[in-house]
């Protein structure tokens, strides 16, 4: 797991103030707020920059953080790495529920570092506590959007129930302490279920709607499914297949709620009898379009 660099990533040096420290945030911030910036990456580097200032602005987790450094953390990476594979244990980031940070966080403060120290560098032995269990945890979409409670039931028999919360994305892990068989943590990987409706990417949702070519052409005010429930779209004219039209906040909740996107999609009516050939035709003929000439 790579070692991040917060004072890098603020752009402040190791003896930044915390005034110093708190005035790079902001500017960052506000620089990378994916409702402001429209760089790809925005969002990426949005929770970097949040990630920083979390342990930054706090004096014991910028202690432990400066204490351990680079080199102790690449040390302990080594460590744990050796450890885990002569007992046959795979290695895996994971991130605390609803916490929105990258596996380098959560394996740093809530995997050993706040623990007793036993080396140099305050970090906890790798051997001392038994390696994690990985598990998949199949959920809808609903039970992410709304958070929920679901009981699973392990391998070897036993049922534990867990807590959804709300917004976490697919792909992320749902830390059950002491649950694994071996008595360490019991890792749940979060996967969707496909939904009849919605795709789903990161925290923004995709709602295909289907409109009528008169719809389309003069627009139309149409009700549209949400995840938490219909609302009135109005749909302008001269739409066109492919359009996107975006619903701020209608996505996934979270620190930066995601959007629903309604990708628009015309349907042409089936021909079915002689008048509906012959409007097509008188429409032919009114029209001279040839939108592949458009």
């Not at 420290?21 to 760089?39: E, F, G, N, Q, T």
């Not at 996967?191 to 789903?200: G, I, Q, R, W």
């Not at 009700?223 to 039209?245: C, D, E, F, H, W």
Request: charged share 30%; net charge positive.
């Amino acid at each position: 797991m790579e070692y991040k660099d917060y004072y890098k990533t603020l752009g402040v040096e190791k003896t930044a103030s915390k005034d110093e420290i708190k005035k790079a945030y902001r500017r960052l911030a506000r620089k990378y707020h994916p409702d402001v910036s429209k760089a790809s990456d925005a969002e990426a580097r949005f929770k970097d920059v949040s990630e920083a200032y979390e342990v930054l602005k706090d004096k014991r987790k910028r202690a432990q953080y400066d204490q351990m450094g680079q080199g102790g953390w690449e040390q302990r990476q080594h460590r744990q790495s050796s450890y885990a594979g002569s007992h046959g244990f795979g290695s895996g980031g994971y991130s605390q529920p609803n916490a929105g940070f990258s596996d380098f966080f959560e394996s740093f403060f809530r995997n050993g570092q706040q623990s007793q120290s036993t080396n140099s560098y305050g970090a906890r032995g790798a051997g001392s506590a038994p390696a994690a269990q990985t598990a998949t945890i199949n959920l809808t979409l609903e039970d992410v959007f709304e958070g929920a409670k679901k009981t699973i039931r392990l391998p070897n028999g036993k049922s534990l129930d867990v807590k959804i919360p709300q917004g976490i994305e697919e792909g992320k892990k749902i830390r059950l302490r002491g649950k694994a068989s071996n008595g360490g943590d019991l890792l749940l990987t979060v996967k969707l279920k496909d939904h009849p409706d919605y795709k789903v990417e990161n925290k923004d949702v995709y709602l295909n709607l289907l409109l009528s070519p008169w719809e389309a052409a003069l627009g139309k005010t149409i009700a549209v499914k949400t995840l938490s429930g219909n609302i009135k779209l109005k749909i302008p004219a001269s739409a066109y297949t492919g359009q996107k039209m975006r619903l701020r906040g209608k996505g996934l909740p979270g620190k930066v709620a995601g959007d629903q996107y309604v990708v628009i999609n015309i349907v042409t009516p089936p021909i079915e009898s002689d008048a509906d050939k012959k409007m097509y035709e008188k429409m032919q003929k009114h029209f001279q379009w040839n939108p592949r000439k458009s």
